[in-house]
């Protein structure tokens, strides 16, 4: 008799398996939960919208509740958590997440709904994230010049003078990489990004610093494997300039596109001393901007999304957040 175990292609235990068939397996429980008008702990109305249909990006859009007097906001475009290969901007974590942080910075947010590896490997999700900073960009120009799909909320309540990028892990990573590549390409209408914040950011090498991983435990890490898994093409492997900004050879972090940086750590993050690295790299760049460095000691990775407890951790991360998209 035939056997039907299925072949696996690649993997990263408990979390994901890839088939030979092309079928994908994810094993973490992440449900999507559905846009509201008025949330009912924040008062935030979020919809969500269609970007692109080739590639099909999407989009959810969040507007807090307090924009009585129909003044501009700042525009915080938003690149969710998952290590390239889960999660979505759709989800019950990254929608609480940001009803949260909308409430308290009073800001428009776009969450980018970006393509995940395997069927769509990096550097897919850059591509889908340029694009999406685009379309945002475009709403500042005028009515007669092109601009195939308006979303009233960004044409009506957005700042475009102070629009400001920003992701947790994978998405830190993104927001670094767009950062980057604005600097070398123009946005639509002239936008400038402001602000950027990296939130334990998916950075990782082929050689261990810090207190990260020796010998097989560094191969064994999920950080390694994450990356191996989402880039399995990149050029350097590890060392690809968008996974290590640091490696040889990387564009200059003095290229940064953005006026203030805001890098987030926490103490019992693997991810810590490479982005505590980052920061110091981009201090040491010649970068012109104003970079700033929030560490939470006791906070773990990505703490303040997965929380389901409103700590005073959670709090102060948020705050700290929303202190800085002004």
Not at 110 to 123: D, I, K, M, N, T
Not at 252 to 264: K, M, N, Q
Not at 295 to 305: A, L, M, R, S, T
């Amino acid at each position: 008799m035939a056997s039907t175990t299925k072949e696996i292609v690649s993997e990263i235990p408990n979390l994901i398996k890839h088939y030979k068939d092309g079928t994908v397996e994810r094993l973490i429980a992440d449900p999507h939960v559905p846009p509201s008008l008025n949330d009912p702990q924040t008062g935030v109305s979020s919809k969500d919208i269609t970007i692109s249909h080739n590639p099909l990006v999407s989009a959810r859009l969040y507007l807090p509740a307090q924009n009585q007097s129909q003044k501009q906001l700042p525009i915080f475009v938003y690149f969710h958590a998952g290590g390239f290969f889960c999660s979505s901007a759709f989800s019950f974590y990254h929608h609480r997440y940001l009803n949260r942080l909308v409430s308290e910075a009073q800001v428009i947010a776009v969450s980018v709904e970006y393509r995940l590896a395997p069927e769509s490997p990096l550097p897919a999700a850059y591509e889908d994230s340029w694009l999406s900073l685009q379309w945002v960009a475009s709403h500042s120009l005028h009515e007669d010049d092109t601009c195939n799909n308006k979303e009233p909320w960004l044409a009506d309540f957005g700042d475009f003078d102070r629009v400001y990028i920003g992701g947790d892990s994978a998405g830190g990573n993104i927001s670094h990489n767009i950062a980057i590549k604005a600097g070398v390409e123009s946005l639509n209408g002239g936008v400038k990004i402001l602000g950027a914040i990296l939130s334990h950011s998916g950075f990782w090498g082929s050689t261990p610093i810090g207190s990260e991983p020796r010998g097989e435990d560094f191969e064994k890490s999920l950080s390694y494997l994450v990356l191996k898994f989402s880039f399995p093409c990149a050029d350097g492997g590890l060392d690809n300039p968008m996974i290590n900004p640091m490696a040889p050879g990387a564009p200059s972090l003095a290229g940064l596109e953005c006026s203030r940086l805001l890098v987030c750590v926490a103490g019992k993050d693997e991810l810590r001393d490479r982005n505590l690295w980052y920061y110091a790299s981009v201090k040491e760049s010649g970068w012109k901007g104003e970079a700033e460095l929030f560490e939470v000691e006791e906070g773990e990775h990505c703490f303040h999304i997965a929380s389901d407890e409103v700590t005073e951790n959670v709090k102060k991360m948020i705050k700290r957040m929303a202190d800085f998209l002004v």
